[in-house]
Nanobody, 126 residues
Framework: EVQLVESGGGLVQVGGSLRLSCAASGFTLDDYGIGWWRQAPGKEREAVSCISSSFGSSFYADSVKGRFTISADNAKNTVYLQMDSLKPEDTAVYYC???????????????????WGQGTQVTVFS
């Protein structure tokens, strides 16, 4: 059974840090790109970052470049999103998703992903 389980969300003050984890089971990261997407109330789902072992590449939205870092531990089949210098506009539910041999990152293309986690809430307060 394919499963993605996010963890690590929570409440954090402006300027603080959180590390999200996405534990995958039922497939290997060698075959799937893992993307982090987020959705704030009343807004569309937004691509945040993606990492692909197949491509040996990672991608970031302009809004998080220099603040967020995505990484993968293939031995643990887990992808991490280190989020530093958090801002109130980072507040959202964060989802990880898996795409077979891909890392689609354009706005609105979340439907390209094959599997999704349940999401984890991140709230940044001032």
């Amino acid at each position: 059974e394919v499963q993605l389980v996010e963890s690590g969300g929570g409440l954090v003050q402006v300027g603080g840090s959180l590390r999200l984890s996405c534990a995958a089971s039922g497939f290997t990261l060698d075959d799937y790109g893992i993307g982090w997407w987020r959705q704030a109330p009343g807004k569309e789902r937004e691509a945040v970052s993606c990492i692909s072992s197949s491509f040996g590449s990672s991608f970031y939205a302009d809004s998080v470049k220099g603040r967020f870092t995505i990484s993968a531990d293939n031995a643990k089949n887990t992808v991490y999103l280190q989020m530093d210098s958090l801002k109130p506009e980072d507040t959202a539910v964060y989802y990880c998703a898996a795409e077979y041999r891909g890392c689609t990152f354009y706005p609105g293309t979340y439907y390209q992903y094959d599997y999704w986690g349940q999401g984890t809430q991140v709230t940044v307060f001032s």
